[in-house]
């Protein structure tokens, strides 16, 4: 067991996930913890990007814990986002922006969750609270997680608050957001290296409920054509996934980060549930275009839960 309380963000990690929980390891030995940052996987091109332009190097990764570690949660809560053998890890803290799920847990814990656009923007608050200096390095990681979660403030879960925080970083890093953001984000819409099957797993969430199991995955592009040229490939393995880990239902969402819409593939026996959540049918293909649509933490995971 790691004698350190060992800091991490979910499975599969996005930008705010890495960087949220580099802001949070600081923030922890602020409060006396010896703390330390790790990752549940591979970063992936957008953080690398952010992680390039810092000169720094990515946190060490973890594949699991051992019975009593203890942990921070940052940017999730849901078991099956999270290390493998956290029932028997000691949480010491969350510090989230998602829905609550299945979180039990049987020591007392500092639980600080708000409905912004992003973990970051809820510890730049803590980070104010506790008189803790944000830095260029911290300041830099706290922007490109908001960039990266609201889509450079486009997506519908941006709140007032990641704003007032994006303009706030924006000034403070003597820094061009907007310019740095679509560079950031281009950057991780390159999947031209990745198989099928790391396509599918780059940003993948998987969900349990009403004893049902589906994921939900996700990419970012600047053309969904140029995602969908590769459907043949993609929808093999997702199916292969589907067979492997016994989901009910699998959609593939491409999000067009310009055009803010999305396309998705819905695949399993379950697939008619995604024609339920989203009033449409579903192509021969199995795909469907989603106007407007770009969160799936607001837009397609609660549709998709509420008809179960
Ligand atoms: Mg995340
Ligand atoms: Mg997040
Ligand atoms: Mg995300």
Do not use: W
């Amino acid at each position: 067991m790691d004698d350190k309380v060992l800091v991490f963000g979910h499975k599969n990690p996005d930008t705010d996930t890495i960087c949220s929980s580099i802001i949070a390891t600081k923030l922890a030995k602020h409060l006396g913890y010896d703390a330390e940052a790790v990752r549940l996987g591979k970063i992936n091109k957008e953080t690398e990007y952010v992680f390039n332009y810092l000169g720094i190097e990515p946190q060490r990764e973890i594949s699991k814990v051992d019975e009593g570690q203890k942990i921070i949660l940052v940017d999730h809560n849901e078991e099956a986002q999270s290390v493998e053998g956290r029932e028997k890890a000691e949480v010491i803290a969350v510090i989230d922006h998602h829905r609550i799920a299945d979180f039990t847990t049987t020591m007392p814990l500092y639980y600080i969750a708000k409905p912004y656009g992003c973990t970051a923007t809820v510890l730049f608050e803590l980070y104010q609270q506790h008189n803790l200096e944000i830095d260029k390095e911290i300041g830099t990681l706290m922007l490109s997680a908001i960039i990266s979660d609201t889509l450079l403030l486009k997506s519908p879960t941006c709140t007032e608050k990641d704003v007032e925080v994006y303009n706030k970083l924006e000034e403070m890093l003597e820094i061009n957001a907007k310019e740095y953001g679509l560079n950031m984000l281009k950057a991780g819409t390159d999947i031209s290296a990745l198989t099928a099957k790391e396509v599918i797993d780059l940003d993948a969430k998987e969900f349990m409920e009403k004893g049902k199991k589906f994921v939900v995955a996700q990419v970012n592009t600047a053309d969904i054509s140029d995602v969908f040229s590769r459907k043949e490939d993609i929808s093999f393995a997702m199916e292969k996934e589907i067979a492997d880990k016994k989901l009910d239902l699998f959609v593939f969402v491409i999000t067009d980060i310009i055009n803010t819409n999305s396309k998705i593939i819905a695949l399993g026996e379950d697939k008619e549930l995604a024609e339920k959540a989203f009033g449409q049918e579903l192509d021969e293909d199995d795909s469907m275009l989603l106007e407007g649509v770009v969160s799936r933490k607001k837009q397609i995971a609660p549709p998709l839960l509420e008809n179960l």
